[in-house]
């Protein structure tokens, strides 16, 4: 007898674990989704129908599982944060979250949790709200597969981050689109995290934006036409995998922009047609390797106020500038990489030139003293000035210089 009752307590608890489904729709017995917030208990799911809901600002205080059916819309019709989470292990999927309020004082979220762990944000739109996704002071939550679509440009006043990430740790980041916000990804005191597979385009400010933010990885994502592809600012042990920087133009712009950080990695990523594809400023025992640099402005732009990097098996191909510098110097190794303007030759066969390969153009060398002179690059007088400069390198910085540079294209891909 014990032993027959041993399976029925087993399913009464598995019961009492799944929770109760509470259904949400004008024709169903729980008709708002406030309504059902507050009926629902600790492990329950509410399963919202499609339809339109004009609920004001909405409170997620218990562990529920928030899941739309046939994408049902949350409209905060610009006054309200249209949902907020305060609870832990709460899913939100399946929803249109739109219309959010905006504040010159406050961050209004579409979606903000707060104070939180283990939250799953999934398989959600997001368009024209104030910050999209904000998470504040939470630990192992995971944001998938979501569509973001901000207001487009403008003002820090009219525009907030696609998905804002303060005070967290051990968050995934995965598979999401993020455009036209101020910043689509932005982490500040965010520890342990994981950034991936996002596809990252037309954000006025940064596509992916670091501050004081430690051991953390981005990996297989797209910057796209952004202000900035990837600021990288006041941090350390940062693996950077796999990206693509492209078409990331403009005056002060750049694919990846590597400030105040140490002891990081750059490896296997794509920078293509950038202003700058990687600008180093404060920036030590750093690895720069196994990179393509192809059709950027200037490839790297490597300040003297960096130290100790290595940047080795790189391909530099068809870029206007390889290296600028604003140093006489070469703190850094640089080494064995493949140079497309390299000239040189190799009699005794074993891949590398025999002479050294300088990257410093003489020309490059003025326009970072006079940035006015870049209205001359594609003049015959720039022209005339390699030549000499091949014939006589007595002006650019004869230290920053490649001793073994690759006759090949490195093949990491």
């Not at 600002?57 to 899941?67: E, R």
């Not at 905060?76 to 907020?84: A, C, H, N, S, T």
């Not at 342990?192 to 933010?213: A, P, T």
């Not at 202003?275 to 200037?298: H, P, S, Y």
Request: hydrophobic share 40%; proline share 3%.
């Amino acid at each position: 007898m014990e032993r027959a009752l041993v399976p029925l307590i087993v399913l009464f608890l598995v019961s009492l674990s799944l929770g109760a489904q509470i259904e949400v729709c004008p024709s169903c017995k729980v008709k708002s989704i406030k309504q059902a917030l507050q009926i629902a208990k600790d492990g329950d799911t509410i399963l919202v129908k499609g339809g339109l809901y004009r609920e004001g600002g909405l409170i997620v205080d218990k562990s529920v599982k928030l899941i739309g059916d046939g994408m049902p819309t949350l409209d905060g019709e610009g006054k309200y944060e249209v949902l907020k989470v305060v609870a832990d292990n709460v899913t939100v999927k399946g929803f249109r979250i739109i219309n959010s309020g905006r504040s010159e004082i406050e961050d209004i979220a579409g979606l903000k949790v707060e104070d939180a762990k283990g939250c799953l944000i999934e398989g959600n739109v997001f368009e024209n709200n104030f910050w999209a996704i904000y998470l504040a002071n939470v630990e192992n939550c995971r944001v998938v597969g979501n569509r973001i679509v901000g207001p487009g440009k403008g003002t820090a006043v009219s525009s907030g981050n696609g998905i804002h990430l303060w005070k967290c740790k051990n968050i995934e980041v995965v598979g999401n689109i993020v455009i036209k916000h101020r910043d689509g990804i932005y982490l500040e005191f965010a520890e342990d995290s994981l950034i991936k597979d996002n596809v990252v385009e037309e954000n006025w400010r940064y596509g992916l934006h670091f501050m004081f933010s430690h051991r953390n990885s981005y990996i297989g994502n797209v910057f796209r036409r952004n202000g900035a592809g990837v600021a990288v600012m006041y941090t350390k042990r940062v693996l950077m995998k796999g990206n693509r920087f492209e078409h990331n133009w403009g005056s002060a712009s750049y694919g990846l922009l590597l400030k105040a950080i140490d002891d990081s990695v750059v490896v296997n990523n794509i920078f293509l047609k950038n202003t700058a594809g990687i600008l180093m400023d404060e920036c030590q025992r750093t690895k720069v390797i196994e990179n393509d640099f192809v059709e950027n402005g200037w490839a790297l732009r490597v300040w003297g106020n960096s130290w100790g990097n290595t940047i080795a098996r790189n391909n530099f191909i068809a870029n206007s500038f390889d290296v600028g510098t604003n140093t006489s110097i070469n703190p850094n190794k640089i080494e064995g990489n493949y140079w497309s303007a390299y000239k040189g030759y190799d009699l005794d066969g074993d891949g590398f030139g025999d002479v050294p390969y300088r990257p410093v153009k003489l020309f490059s060398y003025i326009v970072e003293n006079n940035p006015s002179a870049i209205v001359l690059l594609r003049s015959f007088f720039v022209q005339i000035l390699n030549v000499v400069e091949d014939a006589i390198p007595v002006i650019v910085p004869l230290e920053v210089k490649d001793d073994k540079p690759r006759m090949r294209a490195v093949k990491w891909r």
